[in-house]
Nanobody, 123 residues
Framework: QVQLVESGGGLVQPGGSLRLSCTAS????????IGWFRQAPGKEREGVSC???????YYADSVKGRFTIRRDNVKNTVYLQMNTLKPEDTAVYYCTLRTRATMNFEISAFGAWGQGTQVTVSS
């Protein structure tokens, strides 16, 4: 069974930064496409960013220029660096493994969800 674990969330002021981490047990992350999604209270889960097995990346329009996804294959970890955070970025953030090919954030293309890490952006 694939298991993903998110960490790095917390409380940050508007304009601040956080780095989220996603680690996996029992498999090597660099073989797979890994996505970050988020869900705020009362809202649907939405895609944030994805890194493909070839290293290419894509982002939601709402975070382009502020968030960066990257891999550290030595540590078997995928990171989401979040800069210039806004209150509307407040959500639970999840990492997930993509189970079929897609060029967007179609939820059905992703699986093996982690338990999430809370990000709160507030003064």
């Amino acid at each position: 069974q694939v298991q993903l674990v998110e960490s790095g969330g917390g409380l940050v002021q508007p304009g601040g930064s956080l780095r989220l981490s996603c680690t996996a047990s029992e498999f090597t992350l660099d073989y797979y496409a890994i996505g970050w999604f988020r869900q705020a209270p009362g809202k649907e889960r939405e895609g944030v960013s994805c890194i493909n097995s070839d290293g290419s990346t894509y982002y939601a329009d709402s975070v382009k220029g502020r968030f960066t996804i990257r891999r550290d294959n030595v540590k078997n970890t995928v990171y989401l660096q979040m800069n210039t955070l806004k209150p509307e970025d407040t959500a639970v953030y999840y990492c997930t493994l993509r189970t079929r090919a897609t060029m967007n954030f179609e939820i059905s293309a992703f699986g093996a969800w982690g338990q999430g890490t809370q990000v709160t952006v507030s003064s």
